[in-house]
């Protein structure tokens, strides 16, 4: 498990300062940081793509998080009638292929005119990224014990009051986490960020994909070690953040 997990990392690690290898070296003949100045040149189109993946990103995040905090919120302390069928509605979009499904969303963008563009492609990021917000969300909300917001309700505070100052902080650690895994489904978007930005947004997954295609395989892994290094990262801060009282509240 080891092999297949941390070889095709080594392999990818020497690409990127992979100056010359070819069949049948094991290893590169020469090495050198020259793939990493085409890639961060102005025409290599990695800083721009770099920076559309990430605001992209980021915008997600906060639509998600606007949209799934009150949904996780009612999920979790209202007795809505279909619960469970409405938890099921946000895991649509991932029981579809997502070909069929951005294709015809990229020809209903394209009639309103939000194709290649921005906010075209953080939406088709929400529409996956909700699953993950409004999930954890409701765990989030659910592992709070009620009694400590009717605590705060019998010394007189309102129910905004009593949400602020005590259910969303102690929530804040599962919003949290489920910010970072709606960062990191956006951030790896591909399928959704082609169909629907392209060529005009150009994103990071867009640009690994061109060079890979195209056998650039130093470009390719210089831009795969770009996506790596904020998962990485971010997965490190979800095993802080994501406890085991709030996972075992997951759909319920």
């Given amino acids: 498990m080891a092999f297949f997990i941390f070889g095709p990392l080594f392999n990818m690690l020497l690409w990127t300062v992979a100056e010359k290898w070819y069949f049948p070296y094991s290893l590169p003949l020469e090495y050198g940081f020259s793939s990493w100045t085409k890639v961060f040149a102005p025409r290599g189109g990695a800083v721009e793509s770099l920076t559309n993946s990430l605001v992209v990103a980021l915008l997600t995040v906060v639509v998600s998080l606007i949209l799934a905090i009150p949904a996780g919120y009612a999920l979790a302390r209202l007795k809505l009638p279909l619960r469970g069928l409405i938890l099921l509605a946000f895991l649509i979009p991932q029981a579809f292929p997502n070909l069929t499904v951005y294709v015809n969303v990229a020809r209903i963008f394209y009639e309103i005119g939000l194709n290649g563009t921005i906010p075209g492609v953080v939406l088709v990021h929400v529409s996956h990224g909700l699953v993950y917000a409004v999930w954890i969300a409701t765990a989030a909300f659910s592992a709070i014990d009620p009694e400590l917001e009717q605590a705060a309700r019998n010394i007189g505070a309102g129910a905004m009051r009593t949400f602020l100052d005590v259910t969303l902080p102690l929530a804040a650690p599962g919003l949290m986490a489920s910010a970072i895994f709606v960062f ?31 056998g650039n395989y130093q470009i390719a892994s210089i831009t795969a070690l770009l996506l790596l290094v904020p998962s990485l990262v971010f997965m490190a801060v979800v095993e802080r953040f994501l406890k085991a009282d709030v996972l075992s509240r997951v759909g319920h």
Avoid: C, H
Avoid at 191 to 196: A, E
């Fill in 184 to 214: 990191l489904e956006s951030l790896d978007e591909f399928t959704g960020s082609y169909f629907v930005g392209a060529p005009d947004v150009n994103m990071l997954p867009l640009l690994l994909y061109t060079a890979g295609a195209g």
